[in-house]
Structure formats: C-alpha cells, structure tokens
C-alpha cells in the first residue's frame, strides 16, 4: 500500500553552479555539480534536469552517472545564461543501503550569480547551492 511505502529525504548531498574558465570558449561558464557528501556511495544515481517559467519549458535532460563514491562530486551539465531567468530544476534519485532517496534541487530565478557565491562544500570553490 502507498502509506507502506518510504522514500527517506536524501541529506549531505548538493547541486551546485559553479563558474570556471572554459579553454575552448575562453570565457567564464556556469557548470552544474552532483555533490556526495555522505560517508556513504551513492548506487543508481539519476539527475533529471529541466527549466521553467514564463511560458517557457526547457527540454528535459537524464543524467544517469550510476555509481558515485562517497566524498565525491560529479559535473551534471553547462548551464547557459539564457536560462538564469527560469527556475532550474535538478531531481535527484539514488540507493543507498537498499533504500531509494530522492530530493529536488531548484535554482529560483536569477539565483545564479556573482554576488550569491559562497564556498562550496567539498569542491571548495565558489559556487551557488540550490535549495
């Protein structure tokens, strides 16, 4: 029955823009990452990305990067400046201890930028958290 079912709320794992110096475009670009920060891996892990607002859809991406080790992070996807005026959604699903974790990550509208940077959990760079 659906009251039997649990889907715990995954803890100490991230999405975060940070902006790097792309060489093949020369100029500074915002990059999304998957953070595990658990003492734990992550198995079957699955990002599904998508923006929206105004009247405005995104297409829908899938990540699916499998296993990823504990203290580890991983680079989800480029993000373009076109899309800084949508909410930018990441969904996240995962096992761990033969439980299924979700958690949805969402950068608000124009969330991603210069003065919202703040240091990174286990990147240790600059970056924005979504929430």
């Known amino acids: 029955m659906k009251k039997d079912i649990e889907i715990p709320v995954a803890e100490n794992v991230y999405v975060a823009a940070v902006q790097e110096w792309d060489e093949k475009q020369l100029s500074k670009t915002w990059y999304v990452y998957l953070i595990n920060n658990r003492e734990t891996n992550l198995v079957a892990t699955i990002v599904v990305s998508k923006g929206y607002g105004n009247g405005v859809i995104t297409s829908t991406m899938r990540h699916g990067f499998g296993f990823m080790e504990a ?3 991983r680079k989800i996807e480029i993000l373009q400046e076109e ?7 990441f969904f996240l699903t995962f096992f761990d201890d ?3 974790y979700e958690r949805k990550f969402v950068f608000e509208e124009y969330q991603i930028s210069e003065v919202n940077k703040e240091v ?12």
């Open 98 to 100: 033969n439980k299924l």
């Open 71 to 73: 203290k580890s992070y």
């Open 83 to 89: 899309v800084f005026k949508l909410k930018n959604e």
């Open 120 to 131: 990174i959990p286990l990147i240790t760079e600059e970056g924005v958290l979504a929430l």
